[in-house]
């Protein structure tokens, strides 16, 4: 189907992605990639349930009942948290007031179904992490002497080194890794394309500098350093698969911890900034390492010491009161207790 047969939705619909976000906006790969991906799914959702394909979308087929269903199939079939179907909400109220801008009348039905469905309340969850013992263990599980047990070595011994996003580890080339003197930096490329340099321990930097020479990447600047079995550079897909076989590896020899309903790559990020924070680390170099935009973000992770707080408060309690008398009375009897008072 040639361009200009295809209907206004999908012409401004590309406009919006490969002119607006990335050079009128600045806004960075990992976004348009999110937002990509927000309206692949829309399509599929029309395609299940209207059977039209993309390139026969119209503006009137996005009325209040097509997106607000879509939101619900967000949830329900695909099983995605509160947040993702927020997240895509917002791909979509970004994209209308774009169209709308364009073409006012064509796009109306379509941004005023966007506006008439509100953002979820989402519950704030405990950010999962790691013991010391389960990262411990987590790192000796890959084997070393096999191609791509090297790899996942090098990879979770990086990203709890580093903090950094899947994403970021992703985006990686060789050009990002600098070895001198002994000391060893990585620049790593966040959101907004946000740039950070940060300082590799030694032991982590000797482990990526004997990957890249054994992979045969050193000195290849614009080589990835990761790499999938297929693909010169990774994927977050990748990634999570990576961590999925080594959690379910870690259960079964250690039943006893990693209890966790469920771990991502991004546990490691928040295992890094708590065991930073508990080592006595200040807020503001963790926020920079981690390249948080606002100290308010790290501040967050001042909750995941919780554990460390009641173990003193543990100890306290036992040392103060343990030799204490403690004289409780008995309480009077008084006589049955109706069962809505019991």
């Not at 999908?10 to 806004?27: K, R």
């Not at 740039?195 to 990835?224: F, S, V």
Request: hydrophobic share 35%; proline share 4%; aromatic share 10%.
């Amino acid at each position: 189907m040639k361009k200009n047969k295809l209907p206004e939705f999908m012409i401004l619909l590309e406009q919006f992605l490969t002119e607006y976000m990335p050079l009128s906006s600045g806004l960075s790969p990992n976004t348009i990639r999110s937002y990509k991906h927000s309206f692949r799914l829309l399509f599929q959702y029309i395609y299940q349930v209207k059977h039209k394909d993309a390139g026969e979308i119209m503006f009137k087929d996005l009325d209040f009942e097509t997106i607000d269903g879509f939101l619900k199939w967000i949830e329900t079939e695909r099983k995605c948290s509160v947040a993702t179907r927020n997240l895509r909400l917002s791909a979509l109220a970004s994209f209308a007031a774009y169209a709308q801008n364009r073409n006012f009348e064509a796009a109306t039905v379509f941004a005023n179904a966007v506006k008439r469905i509100p953002v979820k309340k989402t519950s704030v969850q405990p950010r999962i992490t790691f013991s010391l013992e389960e990262v411990s263990i987590l790192l000796r599980l890959p084997d070393p002497n096999r191609r791509l047990g090297f790899r996942d070595l090098v990879l979770l011994n990086l990203m709890y080194a580093s903090g950094a996003r899947a994403q970021e580890i992703c985006d990686l080339k060789v050009r990002d890794f600098l070895a001198e003197k002994e000391q060893y930096k990585l620049t790593i490329t966040g959101k907004g394309n946000k740039t950070r340099r940060i300082a590799l321990a030694k032991p982590g930097g000797d482990l990526l500098k004997q990957y890249l020479a054994k992979t045969g990447k050193a000195g290849k600047m614009e080589e990835y350093i990761f790499s999938s079995q297929t693909h010169p550079q990774m994927t977050i897909s990748c990634v999570e698969e990576i961590f999925r076989k080594y959690i379910s590896q870690a259960r079964q020899e250690h039943p006893e911890m990693f209890l966790e309903k469920s771990y991502t790559p991004h546990t490691m990020r928040h295992t890094t900034a708590t065991h930073m924070l508990e080592a006595g680390v200040p807020m503001m170099a963790i926020k920079n390492f981690l390249g948080h935009s606002s100290i308010s973000t790290t501040e967050r992770y001042a909750e995941l010491t919780q554990g460390t707080v009641n173990k003193h408060i543990r100890d306290w309690n036992q040392k103060w009161f343990s030799d204490q008398k403690q004289n409780i009375e008995e309480p009077r009897k008084t006589g049955q207790l109706p069962d809505f008072l019991k």
